[in-house]
């Protein structure tokens, strides 16, 4: 494909995969749910869907609106619409932060994804069986401290996320979504399946669905509204990416449902799989990472059938750690692609070893540079606040901005398919609400 030519989707379900893809990682599997039984139960699951649909999903469009009028990516999507519209060519850095966001969270991320394929193999050679919680605990703190096998394990996961962007949108990035997303939702039913038989399915069920009003509070529905923002992958420069490879046939808002119902159906499973598992046991669900490589751990090395159990939710766990970094991986490697005369092999070669580079600066950060800080934060700790606290806000607050105010009204709906009341609607809700949603969150994420 000449480099004047800019990729497309192959078809609506391989992009509505892709953007799920993203959208579905390591948080949907234990912080969601953890979130749902902590905050109100049915409660909060109510006021996160308010919140998907009045933030995240103005804010999802607004960024696929803008990539696919852009047809580029964020940074010259940006600057190409600020300046058709004679608007400040500054609106540029809006890509800019979304762009960076994604390629300091990878280096971080791809961290824990590395995590996720140690205990993969760990779980295949049964290396949690018979353990008590010492054992596992052993083996988790000897994991951190160790930053050769981190090295090995970080690489090893860029690797697979370096080797599946260089194939290209068709190739790459649809054929691992294709393959990764049935593969991950049938795991997660086989859990949730084995859940239903351990005799702690009811207990589950209350847990997270049984409404508690008395336990929903201000700060619970700013969490409903930053875990709506959070979990869409929004703020990242992704959605701008994906956008821009989308045709003109596909309905934004209609394609937006379809991505936040998938995206919460996967978090509410999860939870479905994963904590019969842990009541089953007598365990706390409220570990937050510890759940994943701690609790979870002990609980398949002392259970019947165990190993295999272990192996397919580390697997699902690998899945999907690699389904958001390969949409991570994708702001950068368009950026490079499109501001050089490389070829699409080698700006992801180059973009992935740079993220690679500053992910072993993370990984040092819990052994030999453990007494580096920075404002009295660690490597890993503070590229995680930089870009939650700031850049993924600040980015999501600028999209819809944009969009809700420097884009012609008309040209937008008509682009939206909304006329009447849906457009009033819209235009209410994307001018005012989100932008106050996000500023919210943001404000009091400083607190």
Not at 77 to 83: F, V
Not at 130 to 139: R, S
Request: one cysteine or more; proline letters at 3%; aromatic letters at 10%.
């Amino acid at each position: 494909m000449s480099k004047l030519e800019h990729a497309q989707w192959s078809s609506k379900m391989t992009f509505v995969l892709a953007a799920a893809g993203s959208a579905v990682g390591l948080g949907n599997i234990w912080r969601f749910s953890y979130m749902v039984g902590d905050s109100g139960g049915a409660a909060f699951v109510l006021i996160y869907l308010a919140c998907v649909a009045l933030v995240g999903l103005p804010i999802l469009v607004g960024e696929w609106l803008i990539g696919r009028r852009g047809q580029k990516n964020p940074i010259n999507a940006m600057a190409e619409l600020a300046r058709k519209g004679g608007h400040l060519p500054a609106w540029a850095l809006v890509g800019v932060s979304g762009v960076l966001a994604a390629f300091l969270i990878l280096s971080f991320y791809s961290v824990i994804g590395g995590w996720s394929l140690s205990y993969t193999l760990g779980a295949v050679t049964g290396a949690f069986s018979g353990q008590d919680a010492d054992g596992i605990g052993a083996i988790f703190n000897g994991l951190l401290a160790n930053p050769t096998v981190l090295l090995l394990w970080h690489t090893a996961f860029m690797a697979l996320v370096i080797w599946i962007v260089a194939q290209g949108v068709t190739k790459g990035l649809e054929g691992a979504v294709r393959t990764m997303m049935p593969a991950l939702v049938i795991l997660m039913l086989v859990l949730v399946g084995y859940g239903m038989t351990t005799g702690h399915f009811g207990e589950a069920l209350a847990f997270m669905f049984r409404p508690d009003w008395s336990a929903v509070t201000g700060g619970v529905v700013l969490a409903a509204m930053g875990q709506a923002f959070f979990t869409l992958s929004l703020g990242m420069g992704i959605m701008m990416a994906y956008g821009s490879y989308l045709g003109e046939d596909v309905s934004l808002i209609g394609t937006a449902r379809t991505v936040i119902i998938i995206d919460t159906a996967i978090a509410l499973l999860a939870g479905l799989a994963i904590f019969p598992i842990v009541f089953a046991n007598g365990l706390s669900p409220g570990e937050g990472p510890g759940l994943i490589f701690v609790t979870l751990p002990l609980a398949f090395g002392n259970m019947a059938g165990g190993t295999l159990l272990g192996l397919m939710f580390f697997l699902l766990l690998t899945f999907a750690a690699l389904t958001s970094a390969i949409s991570l991986l994708e702001p950068v490697v368009e950026l490079l692609e499109e501001r050089t005369p490389l070829s699409r092999v080698a700006v992801t070669m180059i973009g992935g070893v740079a993220v690679w580079a500053l992910g072993i600066a993370a990984l040092m950060s819990f052994n030999v540079w453990g007494d580096v800080l920075i404002f009295g934060l660690n490597i890993f700790d503070l590229l995680d606040t930089f870009t939650s606290k700031f850049l993924l806000p600040l980015t999501g607050l600028g999209a819809i901005v944009f969009v809700a105010w420097c884009l012609d009204r008309r040209s937008v709906a008509g682009e939206l398919q909304l006329e009447g009341t849906q457009e009033q609607i819209w235009h209410a809700v994307s001018r005012y609400v989100a932008p106050l949603g996000v500023i919210a969150v943001f404000v009091t994420g400083l607190l």
